[in-house]
């Protein structure tokens, strides 16, 4: 089991920059690929980005692409996401996971079991 819990959510302006993290509680952290994933009132969960478990493979959904990065420490038992230049749309709760499997590196939501409480990213002027 893995326990996750984000941090860093906040108020930036468009054009801004923030960085959220995400820390695990177990060991066991490093075995996981880690994903991001985000949902806007009125909306569905979407995918964000997503690393694997020794972070040599890495995915963005086409939105985030060249303006997020996600990043791990696996000696920290800690995934970031730097996120620049923001915009209104970015506005969401963002939730760091963990798949049911170890080692089962995928961007579908379905298969992730292992969830944080979720840090709120409101990008507005």
């Known amino acids: 089991q893995v326990q996750l819990m984000e941090s860093g959510g906040g108020l930036a302006q468009p054009g801004g920059s923030l960085r959220l993290s995400c820390a695990g509680s177990?060991?066991?952290?490093?075995?996981?690929?880690i994903a991001w994933f985000r949902q806007a009132p009125g909306k569905e969960r979407e995918f964000v980005a997503v690393?694997?478990?020794?972070?040599?493979?890495?995915e963005y959904a086409d939105l985030v692409k060249g303006r997020f990065a996600i990043s791990r420490d696996n000696t920290r038992n800690t995934l970031s996401l730097q996120m620049n230049d923001l915009n209104p749309s970015d506005t969401a709760l963002y939730y760091c996971?963990?798949?049911?499997?170890?080692?089962?590196?995928?961007?579908?939501?379905?298969?992730?079991?292992?969830w944080g409480q979720g840090t709120q990213v409101t990008v507005s002027s």
């Open positions: 996971a963990a798949p049911r499997l170890a080692g089962y590196f995928t961007t579908d939501l379905n298969n992730y079991i292992y």
């Open positions: 177990e060991s066991s952290f490093g075995n996981y690929p």
């Open positions: 690393i694997s478990d020794d972070g040599d493979n890495i």
